[in-house]
């Protein structure tokens, strides 16, 4: 694109951002809040990282950008006479190629500087690398210059373990801190941040560090920043988010509970929301994820007194050009990423590897991309450790959560699909050897446990929301959601060695072991699952003998068996190497997605029925003990009624 073409694009981008500014004339002391929330390592525009084209407009269909961003950032402080606040609410890292190097290069802490950001708080993700490493992170980022301020409030430490010392004395030295006060123009503006029940529920290896109360912390923060502080405005950063379910929207709560806060910026939920809420006076906000969107807050403050001048929900696509010094650091760190981690495996980030002509996205019901990445489980798992002199080593279930699918795989405008596409489906975690990617484990359960294990689909995930709905491979079930709750699974049919479903006999008489094949994360939460169920659910994973396993690291799958000690086999490399595996049918070198990923194929089938027959039929002890219950209830019923009768017959005969 020509230099005159690039100016007169920024300039109306310029316009349209200055029109929202004179909506905002006022002699009243104002401020702007540019804001966002799980970015998510998303430096470039997706779904589709090769048809990104930051430095022209109107050419891709992408959305997002980091450089994009930067430009919308920059024309906003042009555009404003008053101060400009630029804050996000967390889950920055973890979601992309590039957070593979976060501890050591720390680019997503670097950027937000570069472009501009003010102060972030901490997300449940920020701890998927551990206390240690999100220290590493954050050292790394201050190593390399001046960095956001980071606040948290409800951090708790553990005196008694030495895992999360690197991060405490992060707060000790004031590189995290639990709020912070800015100055702008003569405002005081007092930031606090916090995580919110459920964000602290699946960040399960922030441990030793856990996260206090939400609500309690915000009182007390609150109440230090209007006396001790004497702030004009009081803002959370919030990593707790809304619900339409207003009993689980934590950051609604939050808001009616604590007086005191103006402006919630909301974050974990991916909620877009087009307005702000109002709740008890606090305005609440959130702009989605991957900075597909950037909310713009204008507000007046006077007396103290908050009120919304101006709000606009601005979306992030290829009509803003990206700026170049941004996208000119995103090249290098690219470069960085290929060098340091990509050629040792093979790949590089932007070469096509495989293709569809077909879109992959992720549901909260039985969908092709689901199937595809349960799939990836068993088929790298069984490639790995599979003998085919003892058929019980093959890996009969394999099951993966929502939460950890993060993003579809597009067909695009080619079909073609890069490496860095792929990864971003499955990107998360890090490994006990301490590298990058949740490793795959596998145990083994009695058939009964499987049926536990979906129910967890059943039961758990309508309450819980969609993290805990299940992808499931090597299995089919049906379930009746009128059943009784944990015992909603009616019929299982499993793959036997022919590829054939066979009915699967799930009594507690079944003692034959199966194999199970799942990452470590999910793995981990079986303790959640039975603490949360009262030990309904209880699963107790074993090994091929039969004997409990404690510690899970036992559990973890040998990538390479000639090799001394276990070489992890990681989630994102099995399901990639899973997709290599498939034919490349037009000899272009690519790998084509199997056709059957096109649709759903039947592995979860629900079947609603009041019939009494289909409510009782095998149901489990849960279902008897309330049909006891209920049959004793109705004759306790009728023979206190009964009572009550010939009571009143006596005093009858008796007058």
């Known amino acids: 694109m020509n230099n005159k073409k690039f100016k007169v694009i920024l300039g109306l981008m310029s316009m349209m951002i200055l029109c929202g500014g004179l909506l905002f004339s006022s002699d009243k002391p104002s401020l702007t809040i540019i804001h966002t929330n799980d970015m998510h390592s998303h430096f470039l525009g997706y779904p589709s990282n090769n048809e990104y084209t930051p430095l022209s407009t109107n050419d891709d269909e992408t959305i997002g950008g980091w450089a994009r961003m930067a430009t919308i950032i920059s024309e906003i402080r042009k555009s404003r006479s008053n101060p400009v606040l630029v804050c996000d609410a967390g889950d920055f890292l973890m979601g992309s190629l590039f957070h593979l190097l976060s501890r050591e290069k720390a680019y997503e802490l670097r950027l937000m500087n570069a472009m501009g950001y003010d102060i972030t708080t901490l997300g449940n993700h920020e701890f998927d690398l551990k206390p240690e490493g999100l220290a590493r992170t954050i050292r790394s980022a201050s190593d390399a210059g001046k960095i956001p301020d980071i606040v948290l409030s409800n951090l708790i430490f553990d005196p008694e373990n030495s895992e999360d010392d690197a991060l405490e004395e992060l707060l000790r030295i004031g590189m995290i801190q639990p709020y912070r006060v800015l100055e702008k123009n003569g405002i ?103 900075v597909t969107n950037m909310g713009i807050l204008d507000v007046s403050v006077q007396n103290g007194e908050v009120q919304v001048e101006f709000y606009e929900s601005m979306r992030v ?113 890090i490994g006990l050897d301490d590298s990058m990617g949740y490793p795959l484990i596998s145990v083994y359960l009695y058939a009964s446990e499987i049926k536990k294990a979906l129910e967890v689909l059943t039961s758990i995930y309508p309450i819980k929301g969609s993290d805990f709905y299940l992808q499931i491979s090597g299995v089919k079930f049906t379930f009746n959601p009128h059943r009784m709750i944990f015992d909603r699974v009616t019929d299982i049919w499993i793959e036997d060695t022919d590829r054939e479903f066979v009915p699967l006999d799930y009594s507690r ?118 049909v006891g219950i209920f049959i004793l209830f109705h004759l306790g019923m009728i023979f206190l009624i009964r009572f009550i009768f010939r009571k009143i017959k006596r005093k009858r005969r008796q007058a």
Not at 264 to 279: A, N
Not at 353 to 366: H, R, S, W
């Open 188 to 290: 005081k503006i007092g930031v606090f941040g916090l995580i919110g029940i459920n964000a602290a529920e699946v960040a399960p290896f922030a441990s030793p560090v856990t996260f206090a109360d939400p609500i309690e912390t915000a009182l007390k923060v609150v109440d230090d920043l209007q006396k001790k502080e004497a702030v004009d405005i009081i803002i959370c950063l919030s990593h707790s988010g809304l619900s339409d379910d207003k009993k689980k929207s934590e950051d609604e709560i939050l808001a009616e509970k604590v007086s005191g806060i103006d402006i919630i910026i909301s974050g974990h939920t991916h909620t877009l929301l087009q307005e702000p809420i109002l709740v008890n006076n606090t305005l609440i906000v959130q702009a989605g994820a991957y």
């Open 317 to 429: 696509d290829d009509q803003i050009p990206g700026d170049p010094e941004i996208t000119r650091l995103i090249e290098s760190f690219k470069s960085e990423i290929e060098s340091n981690v990509l050629s040792d495996l093979g790949f590089d980030f932007d070469t096509p590897i495989a293709q569809t002509d077909f879109d992959l996205v992720i549901e909260e019901k039985e969908s092709p991309l689901g199937n595809l990445v349960a799939d990836s489980i068993r088929w790298a798992i069984n490639k790995a450790d599979f003998d085919p002199e003892d058929p019980s080593t093959r890996v009969a279930f394999g099951v993966m959560s929502n939460g950890l699918i993060r993003d579809p795989i597009m067909a695009g405008k080619t079909g073609e699909i890069p490496l860095s596409d792929l990864f971003r489906a499955v990107p998360l975690g």
């Open 509 to 626: 008489s079944n003692k034959t072991l199966y194999r199970v094949g799942a990452d470590y994360y999910n793995a981990s939460f079986l303790k959640f699952v039975g603490d949360f169920t009262m030990q309904i659910l209880k699963i107790v994973p074993k090994d091929r003998l039969g004997q409990p396993i404690d510690d899970l690291e036992t559990a973890l799958v040998d990538a390479d068996k000639i090799k001394p000690g276990v070489q992890e086999l990681k989630e994102w490399r099995g399901f990639i190497d899973y997709i290599l595996s498939f034919p490349d049918k037009d000899g272009d070198g690519l790998s084509e997605i199997l056709e059957k990923y096109k649709e759903k194929q039947g592995r979860i089938v629900k079947k609603a029925s009041w019939n009494p027959y289909k409510l009782l039929r095998r149901g489990t002890f849960v279902t008897w003990v309330v």
